[in-house]
């Protein structure tokens, strides 16, 4: 998958870009990411790419000529790279919808995708309405800029990506990806101070761990995010390991 970052700080990518799981990634080419700074598009000779908001009031705004001449730089790059005509260009912004699963499998379909990070105020509104085709937040906070958020967006979607993670198939079975919580897992010792391994995970009966880490998904989902069940459908399975937990703790632990 193709990758066209617009920033005005490439460098800071090279964390994600080179480090673990996504930094083997790009350097075995099962991604590919490619920069393009709008101050290589500024016309002056100062390099100016930002300047003072129009009415007035704090900070500066980034300008759009610059900015729609590295977007236009990236859309010819994709053509080339991973012979995408029209890749979707995002902008990550507080103001843009929340970033979930649900986006990020739907986003992971593409073969190019263009992802601005702003900076300052935010950028010049007419760019937003000329290039942008989703505007997406990854929560309701606000940054110095959009560079973690498109470093989260890659990461996020990197790991969908086939050959991304080897042969895993942990990409498929974990947290949120059925819209519940991840199960709790373990590994050596079998204890720890006074706390032991839930013995059915050292049974080997897999009827039953596949049982077990679905009750205990449900529970952790019913007691951390019982946002994330309500207007659920939930199979006659689910429903009877619910039952269980509540004939356990009455309240389920609420
Ligand atoms: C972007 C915050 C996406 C949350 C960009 C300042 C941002 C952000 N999600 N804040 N620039």
Known sequence: MWFGIVTLFPEMFSVATEVGVLGRAVGNGVLDVEFFNPRDHATDKHRTVDDRPYGGGPGMVMMVEP???????AKIAAAKAAMSTSPRVIYLSAQGRRLNQDIVQELVLSDALILIAGRYEGIDERAIELV??????????VLTGGELPAMVLLDALARHVPGTLGNRASALDESHLDGLLDYPHYTRPENA???????????GDHGAIKRWRRKAALTKTWRQRPDLLTGRKVSDEDVELLRELFD???TGGH
């Open 67 to 73: 900015l729609l001449a590295a977007v236009a730089a």
């Open 248 to 250: 356990d703790e009455p």
């Open 193 to 203: 101070g006074d706390r032991n391994v839930p013995r059915v995970l050292l049974s």
């Open 132 to 141: 942008v085709d989703e505007e997406l937040s990854i929560g309701d906070y």
